[in-house]
């Protein structure tokens, strides 16, 4: 099955500062990447995700990127903000499935003013 | 839009009671439904999942089970508590025509005393 794992577990950046959360993945079949943000108390929420036919994506502040050959992936955040402080997973779905994912164990970011 | 409903939010069982969590999800028909849990350490174990009304999948055996007995309802039951049950608990659902990724419920904090 699918194994994901993610770097770093913590980490702590200043305001204004950007932030990289890499994860890689084992099944060559997946080609499905989510990101979550979850914060203290709260279910995750999806905030970016991309495909394999695609190297990278864009949403204002946040970017992923794909490389498959590598078999990683990974999350910038620019000029972070103190509301950006929250656990963000990563996740690939197994075996290229429809419905199934598997999650890193999370990266909990900080955000000092 | 598509909802989802996820409740209590907050749940304290004695050892040895039974458990009961309800999930609905508003607006779509025909989706894949989810249980996670997530301990302390923070990482999302995935407990069942159902892709239809009747058909459940466990990911880990334990002492829990789950039910489907409406396409956009999912239960997820135990007879009996043990501590070691306590967590935090999160339905989530995707789409069947992999149009986005898993979109979770506030979860439900449980405690077994």
């Known amino acids: 099955g699918e194994n994901v794992e993610q770097h770093p577990s913590t980490l702590s950046v200043q305001e204004g500062d950007s932030a990289v959360i890499k994860c890689t993945y084992s099944d060559s079949a997946s080609n499905y990447f989510p990101w979550y943000k979850q914060e203290l108390g709260k279910g995750p929420q999806l905030i970016i995700d991309i495909r394999s036919n695609v190297g990278e994506k864009k949403d204002q502040r946040i970017a992923v990127t794909l490389n498959k050959t590598a078999k990683h992936f990974s999350l910038h955040i620019t000029e972070t903000q103190p509301e950006d402080s929250a656990v963000y997973f990563c996740a690939g779905n197994s075996g290229g499935s429809n419905y199934k994912l598997t999650f890193g164990k999370g990266t909990l970011l900080t955000v000092n003013p | 839009s598509q909802t989802i409903h996820q409740w209590p939010a907050t749940l304290v069982q004695p050892v040895g009671s039974p458990l009961s969590l309800e999930c609905t999800v508003e607006?779509?028909?025909?989706?894949?439904l989810y249980w996670y849990r997530q301990a302390a350490g923070r990482g999302l174990q995935l407990l069942f999942y159902s892709v239809g009304i009747g058909q459940i999948s466990s990911e880990v055996p334990q002492n829990l089970s789950a039910s489907r007995p409406q396409d956009r309802q999912f239960i997820l039951s135990s007879k009996k508590l043990l501590l070691s049950d306590s967590g935090f608990y999160l339905c989530?659902?995707?789409?069947?025509?992999?149009?986005?990724?898993?979109?979770f419920g506030s979860g439900t904090r449980l405690t077994v005393v």
């Open positions: 607006g779509t028909s025909n989706p894949n």
């Open positions: 989530a659902w995707s789409p069947m025509d992999r149009s986005s990724g898993y979109t």
